[in-house]
């Protein structure tokens, strides 16, 4: 399958990529927890701008999945994820302090909402799993829209910040994403855009073997492909900088049997007391392959 690139448009990208599984998808290949690192639908990679994306027929049934969607193990690591949260709305009011109202597009199971709550922000937050937005009103107390962005409850509605928190890698016209949420801008509004780095150090010593390849991840920006698409979309960079996470060891170590023999050591967490409570601690870490992108809307959309 062919198709033009998402983002300059350039006619036949070039293969990048197989498809990594031999059978349709399923909601739990979507999974926020997934951790087959390289498992992917087909790729290709633009011949012009180097935009890397999904050419796959199942790329239309992607709303009905995610609708679908459930994920156990994303609620095993919801305290140390609100750290994460708690960190973004840190950097997110020192960049626009006087904000009163936000937006989370694709807002999981609200800890993002919840954490700008906390904030006296007034705080909103659209997401299609039907599974996690019963998860934010149950676990984190807040009351999320069902369904996607654009939402018809929100028409004409401004926010003075809008946030797609690794959001905009899951869509197939992510120029049409951010141009909705710029027309949802306060005129002195704030888009914050967190996404992989497929252009970083790290990506690239890492291949197709990057733990940000999976199924969930249809489009792979760079720092020049995601500013050509907010060009396009009507919005001007602020300033970019890394994202930081914060995770149990016991997560991070879980995961990086993918790449190193450490399954023994894990197991043995799980047995001996002292190694199970280092296992416990919250770590932050920063790979330096994922971009914070801040936005505003450029003078010609004002």
């Excluded at 992510?174 to 150090?201: F, K, N, W």
Aim: glycine share 6%; net charge positive.
């Amino acid at each position: 399958m062919t198709m033009p690139c998402w983002i300059c448009g350039t006619i036949e990208p070039q293969p990048w990529k197989v498809r990594s599984i031999d059978r349709p998808l399923m909601p739990e290949d979507l999974q926020i927890t997934d951790y087959r690192y390289g498992v992917t639908l087909a790729l290709s990679r633009c011949r012009n701008c180097g935009f890397i994306f999904a050419v796959d027929g199942e790329l239309q049934r992607l709303t009905q999945l995610y609708e679908e969607l459930s994920d156990p193990g994303y609620l095993e690591s919801l305290d140390s994820r609100a750290l994460q949260m708690r960190w973004l709305i840190d950097r997110i009011l020192a960049a626009n302090p006087h904000s009163r109202t936000l937006l989370d597009v694709g807002a999981g199971a609200g800890l993002l909402v919840a954490e700008a709550q906390r904030r006296n922000l007034a705080a909103l937050g659209v997401e299609p799993s039907r599974s996690l937005v019963e998860t934010g009103r149950r676990v984190n107390g807040v009351e999320l829209l069902q369904g996607t962005f654009p939402h018809p409850q929100l028409i004409a509605r401004t926010f003075d910040v809008i946030c797609l928190i690794d959001v905009i890698e899951h869509v197939t016209n992510p120029i049409q994403m951010l141009r909705d949420c710029a027309e949802a801008l306060t005129p002195e509004g704030l888009l914050v855009v967190v996404t992989p780095d497929v252009g970083s150090i790290t990506a690239r010593l890492m291949g197709t073997g990057w733990w940000h390849y999976r199924l969930a991840h249809v489009g792979y920006f760079n720092n020049r492909t995601i500013r050509s698409a907010a060009a396009t979309a009507g919005l001007s960079l602020r300033r970019t900088f890394r994202a930081r996470w914060f995770f149990r060891l016991s997560y991070i170590a879980e995961r990086l049997t993918r790449y190193v023999p450490i399954g023994r050591i894990n197991s043995l967490a799980a047995r001996h007391r002292v190694l199970r409570s280092m296992y416990d601690t919250v770590v932050r870490i920063n790979p330096r392959d994922s971009m914070v992108v801040l936005l505003q809307r450029s003078e010609r959309t004002q």
